[in-house]
């Protein structure tokens, strides 16, 4: 094939393997050998590039390094135009908006980060379906070519291993948080299909928990789904009780509802990982913990000299500070379980 003796600015630019518009920089600089040659007799020129003329520059090293590109004059004429002419700019962008060719979008963004061995190192964030993807990897070049075919090649393979570490769809994790302990939930029926013991003030007290403390606490902490609620997230979660004046124990019995509840969506194949597992209970302090026992009798002197109106709330506060029995260990007395020896009754408090 014949090569040309004078080339196109299109055809240069092509075999430079440049755009161009740096083309155009270069020759309005001056930097690289061009020629106007006539068409027919309108003496109208076009601008050419000699063959020879383009391996010779090439051969003695173009200067063109001085080169910057200046965006200041362009955008101060940006500005002028703009104040001036308004509606003729407008209609102008109106047409190249019908005539103009799509924007392609790269589908990546490559960031720099600091590296000690080589400086900085290249990482890929692949955009997929308009959304970015949280995670990053390293291209592990600090070359910006290098990268960018690291990025195009690898992206398939990329995003199929995270897409594959990630299979476990997502769900509405307020709405599932919000119904799990509701009245009627079908989680809370599989919980006691499988064994579990929870009376409806026990879920109505977990329900009010969930609803107006931790979903609140996850939404100002911009939890928006199951994943994003971590090992940390669950002792800020912790932290963020205590500071509210609660107990550490009082955390920590709170807390196990979610446990329970992670756990079971687990099983069910809802998240992927129970993060209250992940974290130890709070030990109370010395300081936190309470002696449990009765009462001393100057304590209570004079309380239960007279009968009260309610018999029964008479025995129940009898028994509470005369014994220190919890309320679990009352529920389980029977009449099996009073003792009597001579004149004093004594009552055999069952194992709690």
């Not at 391996?55 to 135009?81: C, E, F, H, M, N």
């Not at 013991?197 to 329900?207: E, I, V």
């Not at 992927?272 to 130890?280: A, G, Y």
Request: glycine share 6%; with cysteine.
């Amino acid at each position: 094939m014949e090569i040309p003796t004078l080339l196109t600015a299109n055809q240069t630019a092509s075999i430079l393997k440049i755009s161009e518009y740096t083309l155009g920089v270069l020759v309005s600089s001056g930097q690289i050998p061009f020629t106007y040659i006539e068409i027919d007799d309108s003496h109208s020129k076009v601008l050419r590039f000699s063959t020879s003329h383009i391996a010779q520059w090439l051969k003695t090293g173009p200067v063109y390094t001085a080169l910057r590109k200046d965006d200041s004059v362009v955008k101060r004429l940006q500005q002028i135009y703009q104040v001036q002419f308004p509606e003729a700019l407008s209609a102008l962008q109106d047409l190249d908006s019908q005539f103009a060719p799509p924007r392609q979008r790269k589908g990546y963004s490559l960031s720099r980060i600091a590296n000690k061995k080589i400086g900085f190192v290249y990482y890929v964030r692949y955009i997929e379906h308009g959304k970015l993807i949280p995670s990053r990897w390293c291209t592990h070049t600090n070359n910006w070519e290098h990268a960018v075919q690291f990025a195009l090649e690898n992206r398939d393979r990329i995003l199929a291993q995270y897409h594959e570490r990630h299979r476990i769809p997502k769900y509405d994790m307020y709405a599932i948080l919000t119904d799990y302990y509701a009245p009627g939930s079908e989680y809370l029926f599989n919980d006691r299909q499988r064994g579990r013991k929870l009376s409806k003030k026990g879920a109505r007290a977990r329900y009010n928990f969930i609803t107006k403390i931790v979903l609140p606490f996850f939404k100002e902490s911009g939890i928006r789904q199951f994943a994003d609620i971590t090992a940390p997230v669950v002792a800020k979660l912790q932290d963020h009780l205590l500071k509210g004046g609660r107990k550490p124990q009082s955390v920590n019995l709170k807390l196990s509802s979610l446990t329970t509840a992670f756990s079971n969506l687990r099983t069910h194949g809802i998240v992927s990982d129970n993060p209250f597992h992940k974290i130890d209970r709070i030990r109370a302090s010395k300081g936190d913990k309470k002696l449990r026992g009765c009462y001393e009798l100057d304590k209570v002197y004079g309380v239960f000299n007279i009968l009260w109106e309610n018999k029964k709330s008479y025995m129940l506060c009898l028994l509470i500070y005369s014994t220190g029995m919890r309320n679990s260990e009352i529920t389980r007395i029977t009449p099996k379980h009073v003792i009597r020896i001579g004149d004093v009754h004594f009552i055999d408090i069952p194992a709690s």
